[in-house]
């Protein structure tokens, strides 16, 4: 099902399959790349749009369980609460995260969208987590600029890790910022240049999941944790 949200500025489309950001204007300006299925090989992928990485960004080699950037986008959530310019969805996690919820709100305030995601962990075990955001800005990679420099393109599709809490930067002419709200501390920038977009990405511990050097998040039983951010479109 898919759910409009909109204000004076800016309008939001969304979608309850996968919790999909299925398209970000401001102004009529699109912001984020319209999700879209781009065939990769032989294998058509989705691209666009914005998703949630929940319970894991990127690759699992921890549990070995997960798929990539996790099951949240792959799942129907339902949606708790609606308004003109807010959602709230749910999910129950599966298997090894059964019993665990995931409650998600995506909310419009003048040219900002503010995201975030909750989770509870409502069983007597541990769980492993290091979530995200994966946004897909619109970009045709001719000037996009990150922190008043230019991105090196060839490093892209490999991606590329920055430790900090909040972004600028700047791409098809829009000034935008991500400002960490909870527990964002490392942006991942990725792109595989089979559209116009490049992901600039806030997360906690960006490849946790994947890199067992860095730190990942445990849940304690009966505890919950918080990720949030804004981003916000300069006008």
């Avoid at 959530?77 to 709230?88: G, L």
């Avoid at 979530?131 to 590329?160: Q, R, W």
């Amino acid at each position: 099902m898919k759910i409009n949200l909109k204000n004076s500025l800016a309008i939001l489309e969304v979608n309850t399959n996968g919790a999909y950001i299925d398209n970000f204007e401001v102004k009529d300006v699109p912001i984020f790349f319209p999700r879209v299925m781009v065939k990769i090989g032989d294998i058509l992928k989705v691209r666009g749009g914005m998703h949630v990485c929940a319970p894991n960004f990127g690759i699992d080699d921890r549990l070995n369980t997960l798929p990539s950037h996790g099951f949240g986008r792959d799942l129907l959530w339902e949606v708790v609460e609606q308004k003109e310019d807010f959602i709230k969805l749910t999910l129950d996690g599966i298997g090894v995260y059964e019993n665990v919820k995931f409650i998600l709100s995506y909310q419009l305030k003048g040219p900002s969208l503010f995201l975030k995601l909750n989770i509870e962990n409502n069983s007597d075990e541990e769980k492993l987590i290091a979530p995200g955001f994966h946004p897909y800005f619109y970009a045709d990679h001719n000037a996009v600029m990150i922190d008043g420099e230019s991105i090196k393109k060839d490093e892209l599709p490999n991606s590329i890790y920055n430790d900090r809490k909040d972004q600028a930067f700047m791409a098809n002419g829009n000034n935008i910022e991500i400002r960490g709200i909870e527990n964002i501390n490392q942006y991942v920038y990725w792109s595989d240049y089979k559209g116009d977009y490049i992901c600039i990405e806030p997360t906690y511990s960006g490849n946790a999941f994947e890199d067992l050097t860095k730190d990942i998040y445990k849940l304690n039983p009966e505890d919950d944790f918080s990720i949030a951010c804004e981003i916000k479109v300069k006008i």
